[in-house]
Nanobody, 124 residues
Framework: QIQLVESGGGSVQAGGSLRLSCAAS????????VCWFRRPPGKDLDFVAA????????FYGDSVKSRFTISRDNSKNTVYLQLNSLKPEDTAVYYC?????????????????WGQGTQVTVSG
C-alpha cells in the first residue's frame, strides 16, 4: 500500500501563498489518482482538487478554482498543491488521498488511502 506524507502547511496572511506536497512511497504511484481534501475547523471534509495518473486531467472544487493548482511529478512520487490568494476560509487541515480511478473523484468516501494531514492557517 502506498504511504502518503503531506508537508508544506503553515500560517500565512490573507493573500499569501503556500505550496503543499504529498510524498508517496511505493512503486505504483504513477498508476493512482491523487486528490486533496480539506477539513475546516468543525466542518466536514471538502474536495479541493484531483489529478489523473500522468497529470493530464485536473479537477477543482468551486471555491478554489483559479487560486489553487494541483500538479504531480511521478519521478519524485510527489503531488503538489499550490495555494495562491489565500483567504481566511481556506484555513483547514489538508489531506492527500489516493485511489485507482477518477470515478466520483470528489467524494471522500471512495478514497481508502490517506495521509496524516497538514495544517494551513490563514489570518487577516
Amino acid at each position: 500500500q502506498i504511504q502518503l506524507v503531506e508537508s508544506g502547511g503553515g500560517s500565512v496572511q490573507a493573500g499569501g501563498s503556500l505550496r503543499l506536497s504529498c510524498a508517496a512511497s511505493g512503486r505504483t504511484f504513477s498508476s493512482v489518482v491523487v486528490c486533496w481534501f480539506r477539513r475546516p475547523p468543525g466542518k466536514d471534509l471538502d474536495f479541493v482538487a484531483a489529478i489523473s495518473y500522468r497529470g493530464r486531467n485536473t479537477f477543482y472544487g468551486d471555491s478554489v478554482k483559479s487560486r489553487f493548482t494541483i500538479s504531480r511529478d511521478n519521478s519524485k512520487n510527489t503531488v503538489y498543491l499550490q495555494l495562491n490568494s489565500l483567504k481566511p476560509e481556506d484555513t483547514a487541515v489538508y489531506y492527500c488521498a489516493t485511489r485507482a480511478d477518477l470515478t466520483h473523484y470528489d467524494e471522500s468516501r471512495y478514497y481508502n488511502n490517506w495521509g496524516q494531514g497538514t495544517q494551513v492557517t490563514v489570518s487577516g
